[in-house]
C-alpha cells in the first residue's frame, strides 16, 4: 500500500496541470515599436474624427459659464470675434469673444505651432485607453491627432489681419483651470467676416 501510494505520488509530481505563458504582447516592446500613431490617425481621420466634430453640439454658451459646470474633455463648435491673436510663444493662441460681445476673452483657439493637451483624443467617444497595448500608444495617438491639426486645418490658416474678425470652429475643449478660460483645439476654422 505504501509503495503504490509512492508511485502515485511520484507519478502526480512529474506531471504539470498547468501550462506557464507570458502575456501576450504586454509591454512587448517590439509591439510597441511597430505601432504606427501617425497612420493609425489618418485610417479614422475623415470617416470618425471629422464627422463626430461636425456633429458637437454648440456649446457658445457653456463656454462662457462658471468652469466648475465643466467636466472632462468635450467636442464643441461655436463661433466669435477675434479680439487678440497671442504668438508670443510656439503655443499660439486666438482669444475669442461670443455673443454678446464684451470685448472680454470667453476661449481660445489653440493656433499652434505646438497643440498642448490631449483634448482632442479624449473628447472623440470612439478612442479609449483599453484599445492600445500600452500608455506609450495612447499617448501617440494624442501626439499624432494634434499634428494633424496642425498639417491639415491650422498650417495653412491666414493669420493676417485676424483682429476684429469673425471665426467659426469646431473641435475640442477640456476643462480649464480655476483661473483660466477654455483652449480649443479646432478641427474646422475658417474666418466668417473679415474686420470691418
Known sequence: MRRAWLAASLLLSSCVPWTVRPIEKQGDPTADRAFDANAFVDTIWQSKVLPAVAAAPDQAALLRAPRTELSGAFLVRGSGRVLRLDTASRAGLLLLDFEPYDGRPDAAIQIGPVLRG??????????QFSQFVNQLQFARVGNALNDHVWTTVLASFPRERLVGSIVAFAGAASRPAADGIVDIVPVQLTVTRPPQ
Do not use: E, W
Not at 482632442?120 to 478612442?127: E, I, N, W
Open 118 to 127: 490631449t483634448a482632442l483624443r479624449d473628447a472623440l467617444p470612439f478612442l
